[in-house]
């Protein structure tokens, strides 16, 4: 069982389940858990995914929550062929074309219950092979944010409540900086003090980036640059962010970083751990599941 967000109290993770015609894993169960109360709720099965493990993100409402699953429909797209080579068959010259698949999301809402398919997504999340699903996403204001693409600048796809998705270009870096310098595979997003920020690991510092503005204002600041919590035989497997704090977790240690005082706070956690996450938690009352009822009498 892997963590994939936590917010209010409420914690979602999701079991792998293998597909037993192709006997590789390529479906989730996803799971809505209130520690404080001991609920869980294990929400009902999304459509099938085609040879693609779903990506799953959490958007957090103060009385409700909606989960979003990117999946592969298995469809072609027909104006997305590309030509792979051509075939000689009984005498004839055929051109082989190679389809691009569509990729769909469809949208959980704790109100309803049930799935709601939203249509099309223009790019797929990236899967983190250190840490599948933990820290592959986080909610800001009202968006879902996740890592699409490291390559040249990188790429950052977000979708908001109502399902409407977004490709945001990183951009942070000059085009003449030096390759060491430029973003790379250890790049995670935060949410620090209500602001989409992203992290960057480098192997003698780190960069700290914040998002600010709005509509066409909007630009990416260098918040920080300092130390690495990490030296070469170690590696950060998890990062959130507490109020001025960004929290990481290592193979061998605890790593808190306080953006005010510009310092590092290491604690050894005891040995290596496995797929690990770090989210913050506050404990809470909220239901796994909201009754419309409810729900209404509440705005009332």
Same mark, same amino acid.
């Given at each position: 069982?892997?963590?994939?967000?936590?917010?209010?109290?409420?914690?979602?993770?999701?079991?792998?389940?293998?597909?037993?015609?192709?006997?590789?894993?390529?479906?989730?169960?996803?799971?809505?858990?209130?520690?404080?109360?001991?609920?869980? *709720?294990?929400?009902?099965?999304?459509?099938?995914?085609?040879?693609?493990?779903?990506?799953?993100?959490?958007?957090?409402?103060?009385?409700?929550?909606?989960?979003?699953?990117?999946?592969?429909?298995?469809?072609?797209?027909?104006?997305?062929?590309?030509?792979?080579?051509?075939?000689?068959?009984?005498?004839?010259?055929?051109?082989?074309?190679?389809?691009?698949?569509?990729?769909?999301?469809?949208?959980?809402?704790?109100?309803?219950?049930?799935?709601?398919?939203?249509?099309?997504?223009?790019?797929?999340?990236?899967?983190? +092979?250190?840490?599948?699903?933990?820290?592959? +996403?986080?909610?800001?204001?009202?968006?879902?944010?996740? %890592?699409?693409?490291?390559?040249?600048?990188?790429?950052?796809?977000?979708?908001?409540?109502?399902?409407?998705?977004?490709?945001?270009?990183?951009?942070?870096?000059?085009?003449?900086?030096?390759?060491?310098?430029?973003?790379?595979?250890?790049?995670?997003?935060?949410?620090?003090?209500?602001?989409?920020?992203?992290?960057?690991?480098?192997?003698? +510092?780190?960069?700290?980036?914040?998002?600010?503005?709005?509509?066409?204002?909007?630009?990416?600041? *260098?918040?920080?640059?300092?130390?690495?919590?990490?030296?070469?035989?170690?590696?950060? %497997?998890?990062?959130?962010?507490?109020?001025?704090?960004?929290?990481?977790?290592?193979?061998?240690?605890?790593?808190?970083?306080?953006?005010?005082?510009?310092?590092?706070?290491?604690?050894? +956690?005891?040995?290596?751990?496995?797929?690990?996450?770090?989210?913050?938690?506050?404990?809470?009352?909220?239901?796994?599941?909201?009754?419309?009822?409810?729900?209404?009498?509440?705005?009332?």
């Amino acid at each position: 069982m892997y963590m994939v967000s936590s917010f209010n109290g409420l914690i979602c993770c999701v079991n792998r389940v293998r597909v037993r015609e192709a006997n590789e894993f390529c479906d989730l169960k996803i799971w809505i858990v209130n520690p404080c109360t001991g609920e869980t *709720l294990l929400l009902p099965q999304g459509r099938p995914s085609f040879q693609f493990e779903p990506s799953v993100g959490v958007a957090y409402g103060s009385t409700d929550y909606k989960v979003f699953r990117i999946y592969c429909s298995g469809k072609k797209v027909p104006e997305e062929m590309i030509f792979e080579r051509y075939d000689f068959r009984e005498g004839q010259l055929d051109t082989v074309y190679r389809y691009t698949l569509a990729y769909e999301c469809e949208v959980y809402s704790s109100i309803t219950g049930v799935w709601e398919n939203i249509g099309h997504v223009p790019c797929v999340p990236m899967y983190l +092979h250190l840490s599948p699903f933990s820290c592959g +996403h986080v909610f800001v204001g009202g968006k879902i944010y996740w %890592l699409s693409s490291l390559d040249d600048e990188g790429a950052i796809l977000s979708v908001d409540l109502e399902g409407r998705f977004e490709v945001i270009q990183l951009s942070l870096y000059e085009g003449d900086q030096k390759e060491k310098d430029m973003i790379t595979e250890a790049t995670y997003l935060i949410n620090l003090q209500g602001c989409l920020s992203v992290v960057i690991l480098h192997p003698e +510092h780190m960069d700290v980036w914040i998002r600010k503005g709005s509509g066409e204002n909007v630009s990416w600041i *260098l918040l920080c640059q300092d130390t690495t919590p990490v030296g070469d035989n170690d590696m950060v %497997l998890a990062m959130t962010c507490l109020e001025n704090k960004i929290i990481c977790v290592t193979e061998e240690k605890w790593c808190c970083y306080n953006i005010d005082t510009r310092r590092w706070k290491r604690t050894n +956690h005891g040995g290596l751990v496995n797929h690990p996450t770090v989210y913050p938690f506050t404990e809470s009352f909220l239901p796994c599941i909201v009754c419309t009822q409810c729900f209404i009498l509440c705005l009332i």
